[in-house]
C-alpha cells in the first residue's frame, strides 16, 4: 500500500546526510504516486509535486534536518496549504436571515446536510428554518421534512399558496417565510441529477437569483474519486459556490477529492460529512485530511516530536554500549527520561500507523509502571545503577523506601533489566540498529 511504500521510498533517504536532486525527484515520483491513487486529479497532482520538488530542493540546499523527515514535512505542510488551512466561519447575514444555498449532484448527501446544518445550528441557539425546493423527486419533500423533524428545526415544504409545483418560488417564499418569522438561518434544499445537466442547473441559477444566498455549499461525495474535478468545475461554472462540504468521508475514499475540488476551484472545504446520523457532521479539518491523503497516521507529529525531545546522539551511544554489553542501569534511566520527554507513549505508540493490532497491547500498557521504574531507579546511587551485583538485602530495602515501593519491586526490576539486557545483547550482537528502545520490551 501507499504508506509502505512512501516508508520504503523515505527509508532509502535515510541514511543520507544530505538530499540530491535525483533522490528528491524519486520520492516525488512516489508521492505523484500516491495522490493518484488517493484520487487526486492529475492537473492538482502536476502543480502539488512541482510545488513539493521546488521546495525539497529550496530545504536540501539550506536546511541540516534529516532528509527523510524534511520531504515528508514539506510535503504535509504543502497539502495543509492547499487543502485551505484552517477552515472559515459562514458569512454571517447582517440583518435578517442568513441564507445557505446547498447545490450538488443527485445523492451527494445535500438533503442529510440539510439536517445536519440544521441540528448543529441549532445547538448554537439559532432558529432554523429548511426549505424543500427539490420537487423533481417524488419523496425529497417528506425526506427533507423527516430530517427536520428529527433534527428538531421547522421546515417549509410547497403548498397551495407557496409555490407548488415551483421550487423557484418555493425558495423565495421560504426565505420570505424566514425574514417575517424571525429566523436566523433558512437551509434552501435543492435538486441534483445523477450528472451534470443543463437544466439542472438553470434551476439552480433561478433559485440562486431568487433568494441572494450569502452562501452557497457545493456538496461533494467524497468517493466520486476522478470525477470530482469535472462535477466541481461545472458547478463552480454554473450556479457558482462560495463553500465546499464533502460527504461520505467515513467510507473508504482517500480524500483526494478534497484536493482537487480545492485545487481546481480555490473554494475553502468548511464541512465534512461523515456518516447518515444527524451528529455525523464537523468542521473541516485540512491537517486531518493531509495525513488521511498520504495515509500516514499521525506519522509526521511523532517525527515533529521526535525530533525535538529525542538526542540522536544519545541513542547511538546507547546502543553502542548495549553492543559492548555496558549498558547499565544509569543508561535505562536516561533513555527512559528522553522516552518521557516524548510524552505519553500510549499516545506515541498510537500515532504510528498500522498500529490497529496493537490496540490491545497499549491498553494494557501501564503509564505507572514506568513512573515505578524511575523512582527505583532514581532512588539507587549511580554506583549501583552501574553494578547491580553489589546490591545486597540491606541496599534493596534502603532502596524501596527510599522509592516508596517494595523490596519485591525493588528485586523484580533487578531480574527484569538483567534478563531484558541479556536479550539486548544477543539482538545487539544480531545487529540492533540505532533506534532500538532498551528495556522497553
Ligand atoms: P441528496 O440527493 O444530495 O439530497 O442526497 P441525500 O441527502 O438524500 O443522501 C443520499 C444518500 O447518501 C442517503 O442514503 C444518505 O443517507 C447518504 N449519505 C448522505 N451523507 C452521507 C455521509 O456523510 N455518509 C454516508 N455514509 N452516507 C451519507
Ligand atoms: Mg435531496
Known amino acids: 500500500n501507499l504508506s509502505d511504500r512512501l516508508t520504503a521510498s523515505f527509508s532509502s533517504l535515510r541514511g543520507k546526510g544530505r538530499l540530491t536532486d535525483a533522490d528528491i525527484d524519486a520520492t516525488v515520483s512516489e508521492i505523484r504516486r500516491a495522490l493518484l491513487e488517493a484520487d487526486v486529479a492529475l492537473p492538482v497532482v502536476r502543480s502539488f509535486t512541482a510545488a513539493v520538488r521546488e521546495k525539497a530542493k529550496d530545504a536540501a540546499r539550506s536546511q541540516a534536518l534529516n532528509p527523510a523527515q524534511q520531504v515528508i514535512k514539506i510535503v504535509n505542510d504543502e497539502l495543509i496549504e492547499v487543502l485551505g488551512g484552517q477552515s472559515r466561519e459562514i458569512s454571517w447575514a447582517e440583518r435578517g436571515p442568513t441564507v445557505i444555498m446547498l447545490a450538488g449532484l443527485q445523492g451527494a448527501g445535500k438533503t442529510t446536510l440539510a439536517g445536519k446544518l440544521g441540528r448543529w445550528l441549532r445547538d448554537q441557539g439559532k ?72 437544466e439542472m442547473m438553470d434551476q439552480a441559477i433561478r433559485i440562486r437569483d431568487a433568494v441572494s444566498p450569502h452562501e452557497i455549499l457545493f456538496v461533494l461525495d467524497a468517493m466520486v474519486g476522478q470525477d470530482a474535478v469535472n462535477t466541481s468545475v461545472a458547478f463552480r461554472d454554473g450556479v457558482g459556490f462560495t463553500g465546499v462540504v464533502l460527504s461520505k468521508l467515513d467510507g473508504d475514499a482517500r480524500g ?186
Open 127 to 198: 432558529r432554523v428554518l429548511l426549505v424543500a425546493s427539490d420537487l423533481q423527486r417524488p419523496n425529497a419533500v417528506t425526506q427533507l421534512s423527516v430530517v427536520a423533524e428529527r433534527a428538531g428545526v421547522h421546515v417549509w415544504a410547497p403548498e397551495p399558496g407557496n409555490g407548488v409545483g415551483d421550487p423557484v418560488a418555493v425558495a423565495r417564499s421560504g426565505v420570505e417565510r424566514g425574514r417575517s418569522h424571525g429566523y436566523d438561518v433558512v437551509v434552501v434544499d435543492t435538486a441534483g441529477r445523477l450528472g451534470v445537466d443543463a
Open 256 to 441: 483526494g477529492a478534497a484536493l482537487s475540488v480545492r485545487g481546481v476551484t480555490g473554494a475553502p472545504v468548511l464541512f465534512s460529512s461523515t456518516g447518515e446520523g444527524l451528529t455525523d457532521f464537523e468542521r473541516f479539518h485540512a491537517d486531518r485530511m493531509a495525513s488521511r491523503i498520504l495515509d500516514m497516521g499521525d506519522l509526521l507529529t511523532l517525527i515533529e516530536q521526535a525530533q525535538r525531545t529525542f538526542d540522536e546522539k544519545e541513542a547511538e551511544d546507547a546502543a553502542a554500549k548495549l553492543a559492548s554489553g555496558e549498558f547499565t542501569l544509569e543508561d535505562f534511566l536516561s533513555q527512559l527520561r528522553q522516552l518521557r520527554k516524548m510524552g505519553s507513549m500510549k499516545k506515541m505508540l498510537g500515532m504510528l500507523p498500522g498500529m490497529g493490532q496493537m490496540r490491545e497491547a497499549l491498553e494494557a500498557f501501564d503509564e505507572r509502571e514506568v513512573d515505578r521504574i524511575e523512582a527505583i531507579v532514581c532512588s539507587m546511587t549511580p554506583a549501583e545503577r552501574r553494578d547491580l551485583s553489589i546490591l545486597n538485602g540491606s541496599r534493596r530495602s534502603r532502596i524501596a523506601k527510599g522509592s516508596g515501593t517494595s523490596v519485591q519491586a525493588v528485586n523484580e526490576l533487578v531480574t527484569r533489566f538483567e534478563g531484558a539486557k541479556k536479550m539486548m545483547e544477543a539482538m545487539a550482537a544480531g545487529g540492533l540498529d540505532g533506534g532500538g528502545m532498551p528495556g522497553m520490551g
